[in-house]
Every structure is written in structure tokens, then in C-alpha cells.
């Protein structure tokens, strides 16, 4: 029998790392992918060359095809998880951002998703009990100003994997995802537009490190626990932390009121 496999993209850094490092630990066959090649590079020093590394832009689809072809040659064709995690996240008010980063940011954050889903099937479907998994986010739960298309790709992967559990059940494939709060990894490194000027952003993964609520920092290795927590599991859509659920509830019962505490106002 061929070791279990899982392919990751945005292997290189932070969650996807961590999660790579996890199932390597646990004598899985690892599929590392990203834009960014050192990144892999040092991933697969530290695997001392045990693994599948590849470049992959998940934004580009005959890209992923190749890849995932050259993926299956080395795994046995299998697959027992896809990990769709590759993301962007660029701040800005939405007439701040310049319109070709919108258009970056669903091509990554949602059409990659669905590249990878397209790509992998045929092996997914070969293989007993796999799951598709996917990096979905908090700022799923209520659409998030300042992070309008961000969020919105986000809700899009969290609906995709509630029609795809449904649809692949007759293949013998799952499907669920992750929804993070506030992670530390270089993903907060970043800068934002403010009047179409880059400028630095606060960094909520520093100056949440001494909350205790649903905003605290965690390590990116709580995220890939709940990766292999989600192969064990059955769960549609895993939250870490778990408070972050309580946050979805609250949207659901009471948007507007939701609405109106951001703006700042009393609901009529
Ligand atoms: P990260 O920045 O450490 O890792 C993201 C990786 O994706 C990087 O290695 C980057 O090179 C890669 N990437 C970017 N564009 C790509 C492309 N076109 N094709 C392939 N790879 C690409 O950030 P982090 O936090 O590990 O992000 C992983 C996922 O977690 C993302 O989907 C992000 O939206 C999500 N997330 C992160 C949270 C956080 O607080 N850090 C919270 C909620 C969700």
C-alpha cells in the first residue's frame, strides 16, 4: 500500500507550512506547492528531500493540471487530501484598491480553490475517504469592511464546500474547510492601500497577542491540527478558534444589528 497523501498549496509559509511539517511528522507522502520557490525549498531541506515540491500559481489552471500530474507520478495516485489554503489578503476600502488586486484576489482566493478542486478530481475520486479541504476565514462570518473581496471569496469557498460535500459524497469524497481568526504568520506582514497609496497595516497578530476572546493570536500549528482533526472528523466547517462559530451564529440571528454596531449606530 502507497503512504497517504496531501497536497497543500502555499506550502511555503505559515499555515500550510505548518501543516505540511504536521503530516510529514505523521509519515505522510507531502505535496508542497507555492509561488514562492525558496520557501519550498528550505521545506524540503528540512524533510531532507522526502516530499513533493513543485512551483504552482493555483490562479493558473493548465499550470495545476501539470503539477498535479507530476504529483500523482510520486504519491502512487493518490490523494487523500486536497488542501486548498494559497491566499491573499490586500486591505483597503473597496474604491481605495486598484481594480487589477480585486481581480488578483479572487483569482487566487476563490478561483484557485477551484482549479485545484477541477485538477485533482480524477485522483481524489481514485482514492478511498478523501477530503477536500479548504482555508476558508473568520472574515467569512460577516462580510468585512475593509476586506470586502477578501471576505467574499472567503464565504465563496465555505459555500463551495457545502455543495461539494454533498455532490462527491457518491464518490466517496468529503469536503469541508477551515475558518482561522487571527493567525500568526507573515500573512500580517503586509501593507494596505489607503487612497491608492501602499501604507503598513497593524499587524492584528501583534497587537492581539493578550486577548483571550475570539480575536486571539494562535500559531499556525493549531490551524494544521484542525487540518488532521478534520481527516478524523466529519465536520462541514471546522472554526479555530472555536469561538469564532459563535460570531456566525450571531450574524445569522441578527445581521442588521451586526451591521449597525460597525457603523456605529442603534438598529431603528
Ligand atoms: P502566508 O502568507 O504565511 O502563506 C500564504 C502562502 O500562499 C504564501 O507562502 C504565499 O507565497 C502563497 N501564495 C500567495 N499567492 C499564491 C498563488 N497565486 N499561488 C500559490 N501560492 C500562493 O499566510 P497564511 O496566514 O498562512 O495564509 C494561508 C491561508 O490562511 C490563506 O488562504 C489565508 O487567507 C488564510 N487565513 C489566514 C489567517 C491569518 O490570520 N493568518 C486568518 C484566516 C485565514
Not at 61 to 84: C, H, M, T, W
Not at 122 to 150: H, M, R, V, W
Not at 232 to 251: C, N, R, T
Request: aromatic letters at 8%; charged letters at 25%; glycine letters at 8%.
Amino acid at each position: 500500500m502507497t503512504r497517504q497523501s496531501i497536497f497543500i498549496t502555499g506550502a511555503a509559509s505559515g499555515i500550510g507550512r505548518a501543516t505540511a511539517v504536521q503530516f510529514h511528522d505523521r509519515g505522510w507522502f507531502v505535496g508542497a506547492t507555492d509561488v514562492d520557490e525558496a520557501g519550498l525549498a528550505s521545506l524540503s531541506d528540512q524533510f531532507e528531500g522526502d516530499c513533493f515540491i513543485s512551483r504552482l500559481d493555483v490562479s493558473d489552471k493548465p499550470a495545476y493540471d501539470e503539477v498535479i500530474s507530476e504529483f500523482a507520478q510520486s504519491s502512487g495516485d493518490r490523494l487523500d487530501i486536497l488542501f486548498n489554503n494559497a491566499g491573499i489578503a490586500i486591505f483597503g476600502k473597496i474604491e481605495d484598491l486598484p481594480f487589477q488586486k480585486v481581480i488578483d484576489t479572487v483569482n487566487i482566493n476563490f478561483v484557485g480553490v477551484l482549479n485545484g478542486v477541477h485538477a485533482a478530481m480524477a485522483l481524489l475520486k481514485q482514492t478511498p475517504n478523501s477530503l477536500c479541504f479548504s482555508t476558508a476565514s473568520s472574515a467569512a462570518s460577516f462580510g468585512t469592511a475593509g476586506l470586502a473581496t477578501y471576505g467574499a471569496t472567503k464565504a465563496a469557498v465555505k459555500s463551495l464546500s457545502e455543495a461539494l460535500s454533498v455532490e462527491l459524497a457518491r464518490h466517496d469524497i468529503r469536503a469541508a474547510d477551515v475558518s482561522p481568526g487571527i493567525i500568526d504568520t507573515p500573512l500580517w506582514e503586509t501593507r494596505g492601500y489607503v487612497k491608492g497609496e501602499m501604507k503598513p497595516i497593524a499587524n492584528a497578530a501583534k497587537t492581539n497577542v493578550n486577548r483571550t476572546d475570539a480575536g486571539r493570536t494562535l500559531s499556525p500549528d493549531e490551524v494544521a491540527s484542525c487540518v488532521w482533526e478534520a481527516y478524523q472528523g466529519d465536520k462541514l466547517h471546522y472554526y479555530v478558534p472555536p469561538e469564532v462559530a459563535d460570531h456566525e451564529k450571531a450574524k445569522v440571528a441578527d445581521p442588521e444589528k451586526m451591521r449597525d454596531a460597525q457603523i456605529g449606530r442603534r438598529k431603528k
